[in-house]
């Protein structure tokens, strides 16, 4: 083999050696997702959607529950803004306002729609999540 053919496959070699290394660097540095990251920040859309379709409550209990429905989208864009892209903070915020919004569904709806909406939602829960 020529010199020059041995020098360029070291370099070659090195320089794959080099690309792997920063790779497994970048990947290893990367936060933790939390699962389900998504399905948290979509709670209140899914609730809202599970009572209308799932639950099939009449219309006069969406008009009811609407102004519960908007105090926590409210609360969600107020905290995504000041959360300003803080993982932990957004899911911690999320799983409070969720809280609340559950409490008030349970002072609004029957206990019947309830366990309805709550039977959905562990449902829900068993799925594993898209990729």
Known sequence: MKPTTVI???LLAIAAIAIVGATFQLTQAQPPRRPGAFRVMQAIENTWAAIAFEVKVDNKTLEKI???FQKAWDDRKKLMRESAGNLDAMMDGMA???K???KKLEEA???????KLIEWEKLQ???PPRR
């Open 109 to 115: 709806l029957t206990k019947e729609e309830m366990r």
């Open 66 to 68: 609407r102004p519960i």
């Open 96 to 98: 409070k306002i969720k």
């Open 100 to 102: 609340d919004l559950d």
């Open 125 to 127: 829960q068993r799925r």
């Open 8 to 10: 360029i496959t070291v």
